[in-house]
């Protein structure tokens, strides 16, 4: 599997951004997608996952803020984040979980005060 992360960028507080994540290669034996993130010197965190079945989580500290949707036809995953605050700056990973878990590449988001 393949995953290719697209749409970080520069945004002020307040404002919004939407990731995707295209994924590629063995995507049925795929049972969840999700988002990490990860700031130097800090572990990767969980932001938010999506299960094939549409079954969605979040962090508590994105929680009303972001929305992980999908796009089978597409195979890809959004990550849209409204409100955004200068703590989401990071560099958000996408990932597969499956038979094995997968990483795409990090995209950076940095949100401004």
Do not use: H
């Amino acid at each position: 599997v393949q995953l290719q992360a697209s749409g970080g960028g520069l945004v002020q507080a307040g404002g919004s951004l939407r990731l995707s994540c295209a994924a590629s290669g063995s995507i049925l034996s795929i049972n969840v997608m999700g988002w990490y993130r990860q700031v130097p010197g800090n572990q990767r965190e969980l932001v938010a996952t999506i299960t094939g079945l549409g079954n969605t989580f979040y962090a508590t500290s994105v929680q009303g803020r972001f929305t992980i949707s999908k796009d089978n036809a597409k195979n890809t995953v959004y990550l849209q984040m409204n409100s955004l605050k200068p703590d989401d700056t990071g560099v958000y990973y996408c990932n597969a979980v499956g038979t094995y878990t997968y990483w795409g590449q990090g995209t950076q988001v940095t949100v401004s005060s």
